[in-house]
């Protein structure tokens, strides 16, 4: 009996010692129970194994047997044919061990990502419109939901993390949290087509272009070549690289404070209640400074205001609330530090100490930060405001009466270095933590709702933009399908024509479609003047479906607007010609309105436009020779030019004159 359990115990540790010399097998996260596979294509899987061991797939659709040996590492990859669409299937692997995949179905699978308005969810911070509603309707089994986990890297990873252990099916219990462009998208393909759709989520609200580009590919573009291979060349132990980050901003931020007059050294000069602000702007708050004159201004600003503190507040703890600023912000009360946030969105509330709180005149500083996009105050009214810590109730608003005056321009110094190593603000470091380890999934293509974060530098977009298509199709080794949202109408109406960056980022948006096997969802009709996050996501995932049933399914619809082709000038006109649109020209509500024209001076009017057939003829009073016209210039355009099937123009223009962005890196 002794000897017998001798000999198990020594079976037993030799079982778990080959456990541990012999890997077993395994998958990435991309691979799970419920997954879709790309209909009609060689379908690449992968994983890890024993060293130099045999690894078998064997599908249940065609009971097929695949085998691939593991390399040296335990790596292997192999391709498996998948039919026409259909399931549900079961997939089993085999090695050491064995892992089956089961629910498998068999469809078109897209990737969709980009920045906050691709991640807007149904529900939590999203609640878009009659979301309870959409929630309570989203039975769809076959449409099959993969969300791709926040990460960032240094590096590209060979595995992304996902939410709920990897595939899920589509049910009011499994949607609420998932992106609701993607899911509007889906729904359309999948009610068109009636066959499994997969789609897969990677997105991360207000991040840049290149953040989702690789370091090869931004290595090939001068505006980003030296922090692409700076990031190329950062060691990968976590430590090593925070003190590389810090450094570098530490230089930075020296070089910043020596250029702003708010400074002098070390000492915030313009928070003291002495310094002079008579010859500042005079400004309202909240609103984004893009509001007073800056359309694309990036960089440093000073707000101030004086108060009047009464006798009954002296002594004692006061709560100042400035709502979100955008980006960072230090603020100070009379002098005085009291509080200081880094975060673009986040509620500012400061309590200033009763120490520092005297009967009379008081000044309140604060000297914001914005890094790209919108800057300055961007909350509600109702949050500016200062009272007494015990008795909020006792409020003094502080939405008027505020001087401003920009500081230092991101121009001159470069953009700012970041001191987290996990900023998702890094070039590539969201491609190589979460799209690198996607490839080579196959895939039928991707949609993309960005570049709200690159406003302020729509010229370099024209470039950046198409290099990362170029740059995912690369890594994926065929021209993939790629739809993209334009940007919606946003922010203040302006009573006349003026420059906009936001009109060039569309426009950069506009010439993209240059690239072969791209289509564009305009969104011009849609959007929010108070909300950069416009509610209508049904529309914004029907428009991009669209795109993608007529371009690439062949269905016999129209899947987008009128698009500006060329313009003739007539004597005292210019006629506007469209791209073939078999839907024809409307006027939605009335006469045409959003077109502006300019003589010889480039000076833009408003301007007096009529559909002639398929064209537009646009003219204004005392303009006898126009040489230019724009339409929809404008953060927030009053624009109304369709097609008979429901759909918005494209804002564009004419000319190529130099726009608020050009010279910004």
Known sequence: MKRLIQITLTLTGFLLLSLQLFPQLSLPAMFSDNMVLQQRTDAPVWGKATPNSTVMIVPS??????????????????????????????????????????????????????????????????????YEKEIAAASYPNIRLLQVEKNTSTYPLEDVEVTSGGWQECSPATIPYFSATAYFFGRDLYQSMDIPIGLIHTSWGGTLAEAWTSTESLKSMPDFRQSAEEFARLPRDKEQQKNFFLKKFEEWNKEVNSRDFGFHGDEAVAAKPSFPDDEWLSVSLPGPWENNGLPEFDGFAWYRRTITIPENW????????????????????????????????????????ARLVRQGIATIAVRVTDTGGLGGFTGSEGEIYIAPLIKETLRENLNDGWKFK???????????????TNSPHNPATLYNAMIAPIVPYAIKGAIWYQGESNAGRSYQYRTLFPLMINDWRTKWGYTFPFYFVQLANYMKTKDEPDDSGWAELREAQLQTLRLEHTGMAVIIDIGDADDIHPKNKQDVGKRLALQAREKTYGHQITGSGPLYQSYTIEKGKIRISFAPDPSGLVAREGALKGFSIAGPDKKFHWADAVIDGSQVVVSAPGISFPIAV????ADNPVCNLFNEAGLPASPFRTDDWSGVTIHNK
């Open 406 to 420: 920009t500081s230092v321009n991101l121009n001159d110094v470069g953009a700012q270095p970041v001191k987290d």
């Open 630 to 633: 724009r339409y929809a210039w």
């Open 314 to 353: 002296e002594g004692n703890d006061l709560m100042l609330s400035l709502g979100p600023v955008d980006d960072n912000e230090v603020t100070w009360f009379n002098g005085n530090i009291i509080g200081s946030t880094e975060g673009a969105g986040i509620p500012r509330k400061y309590t200033i100490p």
């Open 61 to 130: 659709w065609n009971r097929k047997e695949y085998s691939v040996r593991a390399d040296a590492s335990g790596t292997w990859k192999t391709t498996i044919e998948t039919p026409a669409a259909g399931g549900p299937y079961d997939i089993t692997i085999t090695a050491v061990n064995s892992i089956t995949l089961r629910n498998v179905m068999i469809g078109e699978v897209w990737i969709c990502s980009g920045q906050s308005n691709m991640e807007m969810p149904l529900t939590g911070w999203g609640k878009i419109n009659d």
